[in-house]
């Protein structure tokens, strides 16, 4: 194995056994229930907050480590005549990565919830921008069609991560029917004379 490779695949371990102990700590000051955390915090508290995630994320990706480990684990259970596993192992190695792309992103991008008194933890991304993001990647053209897209200021987020010539071109015509076609009326009661009342009380 090429050095480069010992060294990211220990840097995951080091990752990995970092925010093991934050969790045990956290299990040790707190007796349950969940808090909200801010990412820069939880990376002061492990000392991470100066590695470099977006390289170990990116060799991820480029070594196709999931797939490899997943087939390590398969050839060592079959060598031990153990039973194959199942897609747990892949499942897992699959969060494994994900949580250190998000750990790649910028830190005002999400918080981190530390749930059952530091049992788990769970990354809420607070930018939907970078959700958006994958999904326009993984398209050669993306169009959204509704009658309840405006604002469409709110689609700005974008804008982070295109040029204009590839940003989104929006379109907004007029109502089909012509304001000539309604007729707004206050109805305050039904056909039969029943009075309309529709407070909390009455639900």
Avoid: W
């Amino acid at each position: 194995m090429a050095p480069k490779n010992v060294k990211a695949l220990g840097d995951i371990c080091m990752v990995f056994e970092a925010f093991g102990k934050f969790l045990d700590l956290q299990k040790s000051v707190s007796a349950g229930g969940q808090i909200a955390l801010d990412v820069i915090q939880v990376l002061v508290a492990t000392d991470l907050y100066s590695f470099e995630f977006g390289k170990l994320s990116s060799f991820f990706d480029k070594a196709d480590l999931v797939k490899k480990l997943n087939g390590y684990v398969e050839s060592q259970a079959v060598k031990e005549g153990l039973k194959k596993p199942e897609f747990a192992a892949r499942t897992i190695l699959n969060h494994l990565r994900e949580f250190v792309r998000v750990l790649s992103l910028h830190p005002d991008d999400g918080k981190f919830l530390i749930k059952d008194g530091g049992g788990s933890i769970e990354y809420v991304c607070l930018n939907p921008g970078l959700t958006m993001k994958r999904l326009l990647d993984g398209a050669h053209k993306v169009i959204l069609a509704s009658g309840t897209l405006e604002p469409t200021s709110e689609y700005d987020v974008l804008k982070q991560f295109y040029s204009d010539d590839r940003f989104l071109k929006s379109y907004s015509c007029n109502h089909l029917l012509p304001p000539s076609s309604f007729l707004p009326r206050i109805l305050s009661s039904s056909f039969d004379s029943h009075k309309f009342d529709f407070r909390f009380a009455n639900q």
